[in-house]
């Protein structure tokens, strides 16, 4: 796929599409901003760095675990926060189909999670945790596992029928042989990354990303220029 073609649809969506993806961005971000500064208030992080070890380069007493911080009033907060975050994420996912598809959008998507019952949140705790045994192996099997359910979100909001597992089974089989192709796709947006660490880029950045593999998504699950003419029943590749 033409990765310039793919981010060209994405700079047009941020230049033409109402309301425009940066506001609905700046939603999500200030909602990330709000409860990282909540957290802080209300205390109870339980992780903790040791500065002196790690300029002793004591590697195995950099990180650790206090018990005596951890409170169940701020692990209530801590939890719900993650639910709620898990909602907006896959909200914003929806949002971002409905615009590159010239559909009825808004910031309302970003409650829509909530239309779709549990599945949001089982789905955002298996794919984690499935990635995350994967990393316990070796960093490369979690990377390659990362990758082959990266389209389980959007799989998600188009089937909201579709079980979690489900959704993950057909994104790994859908990402056969296009996992490469999708990281040298985001590993071009290196340079925007950078930059996002300043908060007023990360509102032009983020959707610029999101949007770019929206399109890359709707490639994948769209026919190819053979099947143009192919009757519109016809299963997508994958589902045979």
Same mark, same amino acid.
């Given at each position: ?26 939603? +999500?971000?200030?909602? /990330? ?9 209300? /205390? ?25 911080? +951890?409170?169940? #009033?701020? /692990? ?6 993650? !639910? ?14 409905? @615009? ?29 945790? !499935?990635?995350?045994?994967? &990393?316990?192996?070796?960093? !490369?099997?979690?990377?390659?596992? @990362? ?5 389980? &979100? ?29 990281? #040298? ?5 290196? /340079?925007?990354?950078?930059?996002? #660490?300043?908060?007023? +880029?990360? +509102? ?25 003419? @192919? ?10």
């Amino acid at each position: 796929m033409d990765r310039r073609v793919l981010k060209n649809q994405a700079l047009a969506l941020i230049q033409t599409s109402r309301p425009n993806p940066c506001l609905i961005t700046l939603a +999500v971000l200030t909602y /990330g901003w709000l409860v990282t500064w909540i957290t802080q208030r209300i /205390g109870g992080q339980p992780f903790y760095m040791d500065l002196d070890a790690l300029e002793a380069m004591d590697f195995w007493n950099v990180f650790g675990f206090d018990w005596g911080n +951890v409170s169940v #009033v701020s /692990g209530f907060f801590q939890f719900a926060f993650e !639910v709620l975050s898990a909602y907006l994420a896959f909200g914003y996912t929806k949002y971002g189909l409905n @615009a590159s598809r010239a559909e009825k959008n808004g910031f309302g998507d970003l409650l829509s999670g909530f239309e779709y019952s549990y599945r949001p949140v089982v789905l955002w705790l298996l794919t984690r945790l !499935v990635t995350l045994l994967f &990393s316990l192996l070796l960093i !490369v099997p979690g990377i390659v596992a @990362a990758y082959g359910y990266s389209m389980a &979100s959007r799989l998600q909001c188009d089937h909201p029928d579709w079980s979690p597992i489900r959704c993950m089974r057909e994104s790994r089989m859908m990402m056969k042989g296009h996992k490469w192709e999708l990281f #040298v796709l985001e590993l071009s947006f290196i /340079g925007w990354i950078l930059l996002s #660490v300043i908060p007023a +880029v990360s +509102v032009f950045v983020k959707p610029y990303i999101s949007l770019t593999e929206t399109a890359y998504y709707l490639r994948l699950t769209g026919p190819s220029e053979e099947e143009s003419h @192919a009757s519109s029943n016809e299963k997508p590749p994958w589902e045979y």
